[in-house]
T-cell receptor, first 112, second 113 residues
Framework: ETGVTQSPTHLIKTRGQQVTLRCSSQSGHNTVSWYQQALGQGPQFIFQYYREEENGRGNFPPRFSGLQFPNYSSELNVNALELDDSALYLC???????????FGPGTRLTVL | KQEVTQIPAALSVPEGENLVLNCSFTDSAIYNLQWFRQDPGKGLTSLLLIQSSQREQTSGRLNASLDKSSGRSTLYIAASQPGDSATYLCAGAFSGGYQKVTFGTGTKLQVIP
């Protein structure tokens, strides 16, 4: 167990809809990162939050947005869903003394 | 642009064999490198983390090395077991304002009883 939880486990949406995915980091981990993992690929970095501020972003359009809250929870929001958004979405919290990342179990999003 | 590559994409070995998984990266300004295991449809389990100042890390039957000058890391698994069957991913954290982590595409390992 990594102490990082994600909800929901699975989600089915239709094209054009909006979705919110949730993550609860380990207590004391001020950095949370979100990744998208397509089938058979390595995770792709979406963005990173540190103390409720976005401090880094990968090559994802603005319809991917996030929030981080003081209680170590965070959200990934995706607007105007496209078929290619179907993937496993992973969040990871970072242990600050050595920068080790701990991942949650992921949310499997299917867009029809 | 940082790139992380893992070769081979898939590997099948008999139980008990020692094996090496390879990871290469293009940016020598690496902050750390982390090896993960992923079971089908699941999240990532951290195996070993090597800081840029270190050469290797060991945990049980696993040993990971890091050579910044050649842009390579290896994960050595001793006495492989069927339970080791999974996809192994390496991820490099590179300096630059924030720690951007770049993953390889993984090596799918099958250990045959």
């Amino acid at each position: 167990e990594t102490g990082v939880t994600q909800s929901p486990t699975h989600l089915i949406k239709t094209r054009g809809q909006q979705v919110t995915l949730r993550c609860s980091s380990q207590s004391g981990h001020n950095t949370v990162s979100w990744y998208q993992q397509a089938l058979g690929q390595g995770p792709q970095f979406i963005f990173q939050y540190y103390r409720e501020e976005e401090n880094g972003r990968g090559n994802f359009p603005p319809r991917f947005s996030g929030l981080q809250f003081p209680n170590y929870s965070s959200e990934l929001n995706v607007n105007a869903l496209e078929l290619d958004d179907s993937a496993l979405y992973l969040c990871a919290s970072t242990q600050e003394f050595n920068n080790e990342q701990f991942f949650g179990p992921g949310t499997r999003l299917t867009v029809l | 642009k940082q790139e992380v590559t893992q070769i081979p994409a898939a590997l099948s070995v008999p139980e008990g064999e020692n094996l090496v998984l390879n990871c290469s990266f293009t940016d020598s300004a690496i902050y750390n490198l982390q090896w993960f295991r992923q079971d089908p449809g699941k999240g990532l389990t951290s195996l070993l983390l090597i800081q840029s100042s270190q050469r290797e890390q060991t945990s049980g039957r696993l040993n990971a090395s890091l050579d910044k000058s050649s842009g390579r890391s290896t994960l050595y698994i001793a006495a492989s077991q069927p339970g080791d069957s999974a996809t192994y991913l390496c991820a490099g954290a590179f300096s630059g304002g924030y720690q951007k982590v770049t993953f390889g595409t993984g090596t799918k390992l099958q250990v045959i009883p």
